[in-house]
């Protein structure tokens, strides 16, 4: 079956900086897609405030009701959409470039993917859905109201503070989740939970410098095999990408923040050469090395 790529929609109740679709606040959403989705390039952040919804979620069943909190991470597949007839929502979309921007994303770690992956639903608290609405209502009205030539920023740093505040929140969440799991689970899956927390620890200590499962597997002692079924079964990802993701991670942060080289670049990360590099960089950012920097770079 066709999935398709969704952008974020247009017109009433939609709030972005200019025409750009890199951070995108819409309110009332009291409709569910048809289909199957995978958004290869934004994360969204969603808050129920009306009714009830369902819907598949690679794989896991994800329900939904009044001041529920999911996060939806990109590449991720949503399909089988229901939803009651009062049901609405908000939701945040944001590209991995605008994490950057706002400067949230060297405070998520594996340790967070992970943890946010397996338990992507938040009911939450009255004070905590208070406080998110407070920052939903302001963010979305510096948006509107942008007269000043530091509206853009304002609104980032205000962004930036509201993911910090959720991050702590699905934080919390997660560890409970997460001690009251193990309290449940046999040796085994335990076991499977300690070689995850593992590989996902030597995947951030690595830095984008090793990118092979092999390589991985036998730092742990385990086949390249048995590690991709024990991701697959858990977490429902290959290993290979989280491998990526933080390997883009790093080749995000040396052309965004550093005065390197593209060739000291992709020496440091072992890459065989700066055209493999290259083509890495093409193949998964959508454009050359160069091409990124002249975007990005801070220092410019």
Excluded at 44 to 64: H, P, S, W
Excluded at 73 to 91: G, K, V, Y
Excluded at 135 to 145: A, D, E, G, H, N
Excluded at 249 to 278: C, V, W
Aim: hydrophobic residues 35%; proline residues 3%.
């Amino acid at each position: 079956m066709d999935i398709h790529d969704l952008t974020p929609r247009r017109g009433d109740d939609t709030y972005r900086i200019g025409d750009s679709d890199e951070l995108v606040v819409m309110e009332n959403i009291g409709s569910v897609p048809s289909g199957n989705i995978c958004l290869q390039n934004h994360g969204i952040i969603f808050f129920c405030t009306e009714g009830r919804a369902q819907f598949e979620y690679d794989g896991a069943v994800i329900q939904l009701q009044k001041n529920d909190l999911f996060l939806y991470m990109a590449h991720s597949t949503a399909r089988n959409f229901m939803a009651s007839s009062d049901f609405n929502c908000r939701q945040i979309w944001f590209s991995r470039g605008e994490l950057w921007n706002i400067e949230t994303y060297n405070m998520i770690s594996v340790a967070d993917m992970s943890l946010l992956k397996l338990h992507p639903v938040v009911h939450l608290s009255n004070d905590d859905a208070i406080l998110c609405d407070t920052y939903f209502q302001l963010l979305c009205s510096r948006i509107k109201s942008s007269t000043s030539v530091l509206t853009t920023y304002i609104v980032r740093s205000l962004l930036g503070t509201m993911m910090l505040e959720l991050l702590s929140i699905m934080r919390r969440n997660a560890e409970r989740k997460t001690e009251q799991d193990q309290q449940e689970k046999n040796d085994s899956s335990l076991h499977k939970k300690r070689i995850i927390d593992n590989f996902m620890k030597l995947v951030e200590e690595s830095d984008g410098r090793i990118r092979r499962v092999d390589e991985f597997a036998s730092q742990l002692n385990i086949t390249p095999k048995y590690l991709s079924t024990i991701l697959k079964e858990v977490m429902n990802r290959r290993p290979s990408t989280y491998i990526q993701l933080y390997t883009l991670k790093a080749i995000e942060y040396r052309l965004r923040f550093t005065d390197m080289t593209m060739q000291e670049i992709s020496h440091d990360l072992n890459f065989p050469n700066p055209s493999f590099f290259g083509k890495y960089c093409k193949e998964h950012l959508g454009m050359t090395p160069l091409e990124y920097r002249m975007k990005y770079h801070k220092g410019k």
